[in-house]
């Protein structure tokens, strides 16, 4: 069985497909919310004061950049509470088959597609470095930067899979059974991944043009998952990028505004750094995992037919 079809292996009408949805709202927007509401509250009396607060620069309020960033990383752990209670006890399947097709989770594909973006990702950052230098700050700060890397490595994955296994998994798969195909559920997927960091400030910031980015980057994680029949690589480079965006350049205007090595003091713009990795770099990337895990068949498994398992496929496990 192919991944879409792991969604055979449970109950697969829409209607749980709604239920489960509302669960994981309800978990992420709802439950995952109180305690940044609490927080809010305790800081300025009214939560609608500290969301505009936070939304422009949280410092302004006087709360530590940690404590902020794992605030905001509860609110998406929880929505994975939500979606794994959802598969687990709505659509009564396992887990794995929201991750995989293997048999088992290959772990040597997350870390592999890890190392390789982080490697990347520093490339570019060092060159961006050598090429504008004054337009990063040196911001070191050894306590809270140490504290910044633990919560990074321990929570950011775990937020990165939850928008994985909702996009790239849950919805992918839903949609893939629903429509009998593969290429609209990739389109759908990518274009809502992205449409969904539109309320991010970057958005504000450098306007619409970013959208370019963020639909880019639903793309390669699709694409990649597709081919590769399995969303470990799509974990790997989804954890990797936001890590790095987490631990080594902030500035006041992005999502992560964290205690990060760098701060970036340049007038915020679309540059090469936006379009450089959509139109080369996520290219160049999927041809290595092309040859690393022995890819073919481009046109159908992007575009090509979903169908109902045969008696032969064991869809009970």
């Known amino acids: 069985m192919n991944f879409i079809q792991q969604a055979y292996k449970g ?6 497909y709604i239920i489960t949805i509302i669960i994981v709202f309800s978990f992420w927007q709802i439950l995952g919310v109180i305690p940044l509401g609490v927080v809010g509250f305790m800081k300025t009396g009214n939560v609608a004061d500290f969301q505009a607060a936070a939304l422009e620069n949280f410092t302004t309020i006087g709360i ?24 687990r006890f709505i659509h009564r399947r396992t887990v794995k088959t929201l991750i995989t097709s293997r048999e088992k989770i290959d772990w040597g594909r997350v870390f592999y597609a890890f190392f390789l973006w982080f490697g990347i990702s520093v490339f570019f950052l060092v060159l961006a470095y050598f090429l504008e230098p004054e337009d990063l700050v040196w911001n070191f700060k050894p306590i809270p930067f140490l ?3 633990v919560i990074s490595f321990l929570l950011i994955p775990l937020q990165t899979s939850f928008e994985e296994l909702l996009f790239r998994g849950y919805l992918m798969q839903g949609l893939g059974v629903l429509v009998k195909n593969r290429w609209f559920p990739l389109l759908v997927t990518s274009i809502v991944f992205g449409l969904l960091h539109g309320a991010n400030p970057e958005v504000a910031k450098l306007g619409y043009g970013i959208m370019t980015f963020y ?23 989804h954890a990797s990028n936001n890590i790095v965006a987490a631990i080594f350049v902030t500035t006041d205007w992005t999502v992560f505004q964290t ?7 340049a007038e915020p713009s679309l540059g090469w750094e936006t379009f450089i990795p959509v139109f080369i770099v996520y290219p160049i990337l999927l041809l290595v995992f092309s040859k690393k895990y022995g890819w073919s ?20 496990n």
Do not use: H, R
């Not at 902020?68 to 994975?80: C, K, R």
């Not at 639909?215 to 480079?237: H, K, P, V």
């Not at 205690?259 to 003091?265: F, G, M």
């Open 259 to 265: 205690d990060a090595l760098y701060v970036d003091t």
């Open 11 to 16: 109950n697969k009408e829409w209607y749980y």
């Open 64 to 87: 530590n950049a940690n404590l902020y960033l794992v605030l905001m990383l509860f609110t998406l752990i929880m929505g994975l509470v939500g979606l794994m209670l959802g598969v």
């Open 215 to 237: 639909i880019g980057t639903g793309l390669l994680y699709g694409i990649a998952t597709l081919m590769d029949e399995g969303t470990e690589i799509a974990l790997g480079l």
């Open 297 to 316: 068949n481009w046109g159908e498994k992007l575009t090509g037919s979903i169908a109902l398992p045969s008696q032969d496929d064991d869809i009970l």
């Open 147 to 149: 504290i910044l890397v």
